[in-house]
């Protein structure tokens, strides 16, 4: 990505939307990372797919994150935490976070999700970055022109 993008990413990063989510009045905070990255020469968004063994959300197509703890100094510390412990192939400490969207709920509102976009200078293989396999089945990316086409956001 040159510079002129990821600095549009940041501008446009700085007013997102807020919606009036309706959360559960005890509500608790995770974070997820939306991973810009480079694959094959090509801007993508990197993805996992969560293992068949955990309670919640078994098999779904995510990004990497989860709830914040007590030991995160922040909401962006958490999403990237949890990033280092799903997929400790990624070096966190060289994710350039780029800005954030507004929370938006989990599917029963009991949860807060504060994504952050992130970026990943350093080209990637997804099918050679280490994961954790108790908590992911495996790592993909799609190309951001694939993502950005709209016949591909048809249902």
Do not use: W
Request: net charge negative.
């Amino acid at each position: 990505l040159d510079t002129a993008t990821v600095d549009l990413f940041r501008k446009r990063l700085v007013n997102v939307p807020r919606y009036r989510f309706k959360f559960q009045e005890n509500a608790k905070d995770a974070a997820v990372l939306l991973p810009l990255c480079i694959v094959n020469k090509e801007p993508s968004v990197l993805f996992t797919v969560r293992n068949m063994n955990l309670r919640s959300h078994r098999g779904e197509i995510s990004f990497p994150g989860g709830k914040a703890d007590e030991s995160d100094t922040s909401l962006e510390a958490t999403a990237l935490r949890e990033t280092g412990e799903e997929i400790p192939g990624i070096d966190v400490s060289k994710v350039e976070i780029l800005g954030r969207y507004a929370a938006v709920p989990n599917h029963n509102g009991s949860l807060r999700v504060h994504p952050f976009v992130g970026l990943i200078r350093e080209p990637l293989c997804p099918e050679q970055l280490a994961y954790s396999a108790d908590e992911v089945s495996s790592v993909f990316s799609l190309p951001l022109s694939y993502l950005l086409e709209p016949s591909t956001r048809e249902l």
